[in-house]
């Protein structure tokens, strides 16, 4: 079984910054397609950066492009998602998946964690 374990999440002022980590002891990233999502209150999931392990390729939504920057630590099989100059918007319970290719899309993920709260008070 494919477990997924996301960390880094807090409350941090408007402005500042955080770095999720999404690692996974009995899983190989390597080959993957890791994306991460983000979900508040009332609201659908949707993603917010993707990452190709294959050829390190990345995509990011409108709402996060230039803040937010996505990578992947091959030695250490983690995917970060770093996280800048963070808005009340980006509150959400964020959330990694494996999949076999990078798309923004959560139907074509396989696995995925549990998440981690990200608050940012204004």
């Known amino acids: 079984e494919v477990q997924l374990v996301e960390s880094g999440g807090g409350l941090v002022q408007a402005g500042g910054s955080l770095r999720l980590s999404c690692a996974a002891s009995?899983?190989?990233?390597?080959?993957?397609?890791i994306g991460w999502f983000r979900q508040a209150p009332g609201k659908e999931r949707e993603g917010v950066s993707c990452i190709s392990t294959s050829d390190g390729s990345t995509a990011y939504a409108d709402s996060v492009k230039g803040r937010f920057t996505i990578s992947y630590d091959n030695a250490k099989n983690t995917v970060y998602l770093q996280m800048n100059s963070l808005k009340p918007e980006d509150t959400a319970v964020y959330y990694c998946?494996?999949?076999?290719?990078?798309?923004?899309?959560?139907?074509?993920?396989?696995?995925w964690g549990q998440g981690t709260q990200v608050t940012v008070s204004s």
């Open positions: 009995t899983f190989i990233f390597e080959d993957y397609a």
């Open positions: 998946a494996v999949g076999p290719w990078a798309t923004m899309y959560r139907d074509e993920y396989d696995y």
